[in-house]
Each structure stands twice: as C-alpha cells, then as structure tokens.
C-alpha cells in the first residue's frame, strides 16, 4: 500500500516539476520583453510630442474650429468602446479587469439612454463579449504583445470615420496603462472627440519665451491651417491609439510575469509539501518492513525454543 502511494507521489512530483520548468521559463520570457515593450513606449513618445506641438500651434492661430473631430456633441446618443485586452491567458487578473472596466462603462451608458459600439483588440476581449451576446461591431486579433502602428492605424479606421459621419458620437478606448513593472492601472478615457485642453503644453523654450514677452515663433502654413488639421487630426488619433496599444502590450508582459512567477513559486510549494509526504510514507514503509522482520525473527525464536525444549524432555524419558 505505502509502496504504491509512493510511486503515485513521484509521479505527481514529476508533473509538477516539469510545470514548473515552464512557468519559469515563461516567466524569464516576459521580463525580457517587458524592457522592449517599454523601449518601445518611450521611443514612439517624441513623435506623439511632435504631432501635438504641431496641431497646438494649428489651434493657435485658428484651425480646426469646425473640425468634426475637434467638436463635442450635444446629444450623445451612441458611445464606442475600444477594448484592449490580450490575445493570450496567463497573465493573471490583467484580462478581467480590464473587461470587467469596459462591462461596467457600458452600463453606466445604457442607464443614460444611451446606444453601445464595440470594438475589441485581442482575442479574449472578443470571445468574453461574443459569450454574453453581445454585438460585436469590429474584432481585431493577432498583435496584443507586439502591436505595431499599422495595427493601430486599422482600428482607429473603425472608428474614425465613423465619428466623422455622425454614426457615432463619442469613442472611448478602455485599456490598462503601464505604470511600472509592479503597477498598472485599467483606465477608460475619451478618444473622441480629441480634448482642445488635451494637447500637451507649450515646450520649456517656448514657455519661457512667454513669460519673457517674446513673441512666438511665426509659422506660415501651406495649405491653410484648416486643411493641414483635416488631415492631421486622423494621424493625431491613431498616435494616441498606438500609445495605448504600447501601454497595454507593456502591461500584458508585466501581468504575465508576475502570474508565471507566483505560479513557479506555488510549484515549489508543492513540490516541497509532496516530498515531505512521500518521505513519511516511505519512513512508515520502511518502519512497517522492520516490524514485520522483527516480528518474524521473534516468532522464529519462540518457535525454536519450544522445538530444543521437547526434544530434551523426550531424551530425559528415554533414559529413564
């Protein structure tokens, strides 16, 4: 019996050891690509700056004022939500609170009368909404850990033109935002209309050179400020898109590592708790063998004594 427990605790060590191999090398996997996910923030931020300065200074000397993109609606009677979640599992609690964030957003919407448009970016968002019914307007998959801007620039068409036509009147963008390697925070915040108050502020420079009564830098504009805005104000929402793509790609690895090494740490409580139980059996096995050599020599020895006693009481009669 102890031998067969035995032999079923090696096997399930086993098991878990060979998990554990895998959690630890998908762990050592996504810390490596964390530092490239947030390489990749930092390098695509100068030209987000620079799309921002551009369209700020555009604002400036009056462009946009009737841009779609730029105007607020009234009435809004139909809410778009992009939700960025991952193409994969295993990265702990990063998909359901980011799902969860976009379900509750919904409902504050339709408490408000108001109609919903979902567009999903990675497979579990997709599968999460298709499972409790609901209507899917676009479903884009595939680049969740490695989101490039020709992704981004595929679902900003979803929603852009869209919003530009009237179909849609505001856009939201649900997404977990990369604090640091320990912390990351589910955010849901407008896309469009683009916030006139949103652009970045004036550079160091130029602030200073406002405060000191220069005037600032005069730019001439080929074709008007108007036309360079209409075809700009696309490219400055696909940025801000592709930003938060990064941003979620970046917390995907940071979820997933941080999952993989509490589950090679779990495995190596396990692995540490069947060892003890498999010794003990072994130690209660290999008692219950002595007790029973023990017991057999005893009863070997009881059982020769009486044997040399009769043979004596035999001869004694013999001889009397």
Sequence with gaps: MAGGQERILRRRIRSVQATKKITRAMELIAASRIVKAQARVHAAQPYADGITDVVRHLQEVG?????????????????????????????????????RAAEAAMRDHDAQGREYALVT??????GYFRFRKYRIDEAFAGFSDNPA??????????VVGRFERGEL???????????????QEVVVRPLLPLDREGFAPRRADEQAAAE????????????????????????????????????????????????????????EDLIRGLSRVMNRARQDSITTEIMEIVGGAE???????????????EYFDKTA
């Design 63 to 99: 462009g946009g004022a009737s841009n779609p993109l730029l105007t607020p609606r009234e009435n809004v009677r139909r809410v778009a939500q992009v939700v960025i979640a991952a193409d994969r599992g295993l990265c702990g609690a990063y998909n359901s609170l980011v799902l």
């Design 121 to 126: 970016v990675g497979r579990k968002a997709e």
């Design 149 to 158: 801007y020709e992704d981004a620039r595929r679902v900003a068409g979803a």
């Design 169 to 183: 009147d505001l856009v939201q963008l649900v997404y977990t935002r990369f604090v640091t390697p320990g912390r």
């Design 212 to 267: 000191s009564g220069q005037p600032p830098a005069d730019y001439e504009f080929d074709p008007n400020p108007d036309a360079i805005l209409e075809a700009l104000l696309p490219r400055y929402a696909e940025a801000r898109l592709f930003a938060a793509l990064l941003n979620a790609a970046a917390s995907e690895h940071a979820a997933r590592q941080r999952a993989m090494k509490a589950a090679t740490d779990n495995a």
């Design 299 to 313: 009863a070997l020895r009881q059982s020769g004594g009486e044997h040399v006693a009769a043979h004596e009481a």
